[in-house]
């Protein structure tokens, strides 16, 4: 098994952002086009958060069967401020997966902002890391 492999080797690199100016319904569109359940939130260069698909379904109201014109009128009236997750751990990309892998089955979080120097990297998932393991076996 190869060890203190550092996070940088399985994150995904200069992911999928957005800005604090975008409304709750992009985000719910870059979700459902891109096929990706996390994006990290920034401020110019800053990380500022973390939106999760499950934080914009836990507010809709309506099932897919049901008229979807409530939680598009929700979706357009909330700021993703309102939304997103703001109190983050993170890791460096130098960190080991290990880091990673104990921030993550503590079972606050599905995916981490991956930060070197301060500034956003990347993201490392659950995903990420189970699919890293399987390789070792």
């Known amino acids: 098994m190869k060890k203190r492999e550092h996070v940088s080797t399985i994150m995904t690199i200069n992911p999928i952002t957005v800005n604090i100016t975008n409304n709750v319904k992009e985000v ?17 260069n800053d990380l500022i958060g973390m939106i999760s698909k499950n934080d914009i379904e836990r507010i809709s109201f309506v099932s897919e069967s049901q008229d979807s014109k409530v939680n598009t009128q929700i979706y357009e009236g909330l700021k993703i ?3 997103m997750t703001k109190q983050l751990d993170t890791v460096d990309t130098k960190d080991e997966i290990r880091d990673a892998a104990k921030l993550l089955s503590s079972g606050k979080y599905h995916a981490l902002p991956v930060l ?6 990347g993201i490392v998932t659950s995903t990420d890391v189970i699919n890293y393991l399987l390789e070792q076996y």
């Open 28 to 44: 719910a569109n870059i979700f459902a086009e891109k096929n990706i359940h996390h994006i990290p939130v920034v401020s110019g």
């Open 81 to 83: 401020e309102q939304v």
């Open 116 to 121: 070197e120097d301060g500034h956003l990297k």
